[in-house]
Each structure stands twice: as C-alpha cells, then as structure tokens.
Nanobody, 111 residues
Framework: QLVESGGGLVQAGGSLRLSCSASGSIWSRYRLGWYRQAPGKQRELVAT???????NYADSVKGRFTISRDNAKRAVYLQMTSLKPEDTAVYYCGNQDSGLWGQGTQVTVSS
C-alpha cells in the first residue's frame, strides 16, 4: 500500500512537500519514485531515487524539486520549490515498471 499526502493549492513561486508512506512489503521490493499526470496528458516521471541513492529528475523540475527517502519510516518525499502553474497535476508515488501506484495527491499552482 502506498499513501501520498502533502498536496494542495499554492501560488506560483511557493513550495510544497509531498510524502509517500509505503507498507513494508512494498518498501523491500520496489524502488519508488514520483510521477505526475496533468489533465489531458500522460503520466510522466518527476523524480526517482535508486537503492544506491542516485537521483534522476525530469528536466522540467531539475534545480527546483528534490527527492529523498527515510528508510526507517519507509517514506519517500518530494520537496518542491519555485513552483510554476505548469507543475499543476496529480502527483503519484509508485513504481512505473510494476504499475504500482498510490491514490495520488493534487497539486495546484496558481499564477
């Protein structure tokens, strides 16, 4: 089970921190990342972190978003700064290769 939280409405230039909590069985089996889906668009990668802590970011969020994790809490985080209206989307925690997703959390950035 994956549970995301932390979404909301924020003005452009603002910040939000998303959290994703994973059950033990998921945490031990899957590398989790953050993805997003805007209305009318396909789901896209935002950020991933390998087991060795190597990070990968979409070009559109580099320098603004930071992915991190806490193994003790089985949690993955996405710190988002300098938010733009084009960041508006439903953000999902999950593993794309396995099709494992949380319920998503809405992020809306107003101009």
């Amino acid at each position: 089970q994956l549970v995301e939280s932390g979404g909301g409405l924020v003005q452009a230039g603002g910040s939000l921190r998303l959290s994703c909590s994973a059950s033990g069985s998921i945490w031990s089996r899957y590398r989790l990342g953050w993805y997003r889906q805007a209305p009318g668009k396909q789901r896209e990668l935002v950020a991933t972190m390998s087991i060795g802590s190597t990070t990968n970011y979409a070009d559109s969020v580099k320098g603004r978003f930071t992915i991190s994790r806490d193994n003790a809490k089985r949690a993955v985080y996405l710190q988002m700064t300098s938010l733009k209206p084009e960041d508006t989307a439903v953000y999902y925690c999950g593993n794309q290769d396995s099709g494992l997703w949380g319920q998503g959390t809405q992020v809306t950035v107003s101009s």
